[in-house]
């Protein structure tokens, strides 16, 4: 372990044993966070939300005596996280008023149906699972305890940040992040200069450039949204590295962004914003459409830049220009975290990497091969490189190096191959799971009754990925396997193939493949039979009255309650079992 690894894992455990202290303890103004604010896309999802977060504090696993609030985003078009913050702040100032002015808030965005990461799609990604801590955590817990230092320290604003990151960091115990300064004050992380074409980057005021302490308050001139190396090296964006910088060993390197506060004085800006452009009609990010209109040097030229967004609506240019000119002039710190890390957990990638391969945040963070689980597994723990979280895994089962099991139960003999996710599955004995694919199990209402579909792709599919209508699902790719050519191996024609939603743009998102069955343990493996069937070339004949639905319809009519009975279930099997054993 090197030197940085290991203060970052002491700076690491004290925040979580500091968090873990204030777990079920009802706490008085001033001990943490006065609010803590979740974002939704939608209602559902924030009935979903607000489920989970009064499960959690009854029982016991987030502090008590404070609001935790789950505002969704309006009906009609998607807004982006910038939307959603504005619209959260114009939630909280009718709830609290002027009262709000004294509150330190923090305000998480977890909105989106996380489709590159589908397992955290029906539950949502803030409530990912991570092999840390009992009750076992998920990222709601981890982005607490990660800046549970902050509330003390801050100004009353607000915190804002993403359900899907990691930032760990370290500091001199006798220093503090102080977010004490008017306007925008941004967490800056040093990064190699290829990550910066991917990231937010900084531009330092150059005549305050210091000697890379490990924590560092700087003005920033310009911020740049997914710059290319030339735009970086032409803005004055790229730093040398000169005897202090810890987290790299690159000799060049760009300061990328993270989570960034508002004082409440920009905040109440930020809720005339609101007022002045009206409804919103595009989406508008918290970052780039933020954070690039402020600093000296920003210029109105980025409103016209739309090569990296997802979708261009016509009004998006001519909404970046209003805000450009209602934020120019607003001062944007940044706060140097010299000693830091950033990690993203937002695609399947991602996550089987950080949770299983990477040794270094697995240090960092404390993470473990077996969470909160029964699983029998001779191998030492410094060695084991899969991921059990939440789990009952008969001993005679195999879970192969690089997979993923959270909220599942193994029979007798089960293999899992190597690479592969799978998430709230029941699998019946001696059944085998093909290298790196994707199995999430999920209960729904169907014809007024609670019935499952477990829903598969290979771990590498996109299912963002569309065509024009479904006579070109040609184009689509299942286990890297043409759509229409895996239908033929199901003994299914293509006119029987359904897309949900919007049949204009048809993806595996839509394509209802999946199917509906009255258990768990039925739906898993029919589904995986068709997996089989892919993988070997061979040919799966379906019950030609079997309902099929889509990923987007599961969703759609999913049961929450259900789902989340079964996972209290699980945890009181776990608790059950490891008392008599």
């Not at 987290?247 to 930020?270: K, P, R």
């Not at 001779?378 to 909220?407: A, F, G, N, W």
């Not at 590498?460 to 209508?469: A, F, I, M, W, Y």
Request: glycine share 6%; net charge negative; hydrophobic share 40%.
């Amino acid at each position: 372990m090197n030197e940085q690894c290991k203060t970052l894992q002491i700076a690491t455990r004290e925040k979580l044993r500091k968090f873990d202290t204030l777990r079920g303890k009802e706490l008085q103004a001033g001990e943490f966070w006065d609010l803590v604010v979740v974002t939704a896309i939608d209602e559902s999802q924030r009935d979903a939300y607000e489920i989970q977060i009064k499960d959690k504090v009854a029982r016991k696993e987030l502090p008590l005596g404070i609001d935790y609030k789950v505002f969704a985003d309006p009906l009609g078009a998607k807004i982006g996280n910038g939307g959603s913050t504005l619209y959260s702040l114009k939630r909280l100032d009718s709830i609290y008023g002027m009262a709000l002015g004294r509150f330190r808030v923090i305000l998480i965005h977890a909105g989106g149906f996380s489709q590159r990461l589908p397992n955290a799609s029906a539950l949502g990604k803030i409530f990912t699972a991570l092999p840390l801590g009992e009750p076992l955590y998920q990222m709601l817990e981890l982005k607490l305890a990660m800046y549970v230092d902050f509330p003390s320290q801050m100004k009353p604003g607000i915190l804002v940040t993403c359900a899907d990151d990691i930032e760990l960091y370290s500091i001199a115990e006798d220093n503090r992040i102080q977010f004490d300064k008017p306007g925008f004050t941004a967490l800056a992380h040093p990064s190699p200069v290829s990550i910066g074409t991917t990231h937010g980057v900084f531009v330092l005021d150059p005549h305050e450039k210091s000697g890379m302490e490990e924590i560092e308050y700087i003005s920033c001139v310009q911020f740049l949204h997914k710059p290319s190396i030339a735009k970086m090296r032409d803005s004055g964006a790229v730093c040398e590295k000169h005897g202090g910088c810890f987290s790299l060993t690159d000799d060049e390197f760009v300061y990328t962004d993270s989570t960034y506060y508002v004082d409440y004085a920009t905040a109440i800006i930020l809720l005339g914003l609101l007022k002045k452009i009206g409804p919103l009609e595009c989406e508008i990010d918290a970052y780039g459409d933020f954070l690039q209109a402020l600093g000296p040097k920003a210029t109105i030229a980025y409103t016209n830049n739309t090569e990296n967004v997802s979708k261009q609506e016509a009004s998006l240019v001519e909404m970046r220009q209003k805000i450009f000119n209602y934020l120019r002039e607003t001062p944007l710190n940044v706060i140097l975290l010299n000693n830091s890390k950033f990690y993203h957990l937002g695609t399947t990638t991602e996550y089987l990497f950080h949770l299983t391969e990477d040794p270094v945040l697995r240090q960092e963070l404390g993470l473990l091969s077996s969470a909160f689980s029964l699983y029998l597994n001779e191998v030492p723990e410094s060695l084991r490189v899969s991921c059990v979280m939440q789990s009952i895994v008969d001993p005679s089962c195999l879970v192969s190096q690089q997979s993923v099991l959270e909220y599942c139960s193994l029979e007798a003999g089960v293999t899992v191959g190597r690479g592969s996710i799978l998430s709230g599955c029941r699998v019946s004995q001696g059944l085998s799971v093909p290298d790196e694919v994707f199995m999430h199990s999920l209960c729904v209402n169907h014809q007024d009754q609670s019935r499952f579909v477990t829903v598969s792709f290979g771990i590498d599919d996109n299912l963002k990925q569309s065509v024009q209508g479904p006579a070109n699902m040609g184009g689509l790719k299942f286990l890297g396997v043409s759509l229409a050519k895996c239908l033929a191996q199901w003994g299914l024609s293509d006119e029987v193939l359904r897309f949900s939603g919007d049949v204009s743009h048809c993806s595996l998102w839509n394509a209802c493949l999946f199917p509906v069955c009255s258990d768990l343990q039925s739906s898993f493996s029919v589904s995986l039979e068709m997996l089989q069937a892919v993988v070997s070339g061979s040919r799966l004949t379906l019950p030609t009255d079997m309902k099929l639905i889509s990923m987007h319809e599961a969703l759609q009519c999913k049961n929450l309650k259900e789902m989340l009975r079964l996972r209290k279930e699980l945890h009181y099997d776990i608790l059950q079992k490891r008392s008599i054993n």
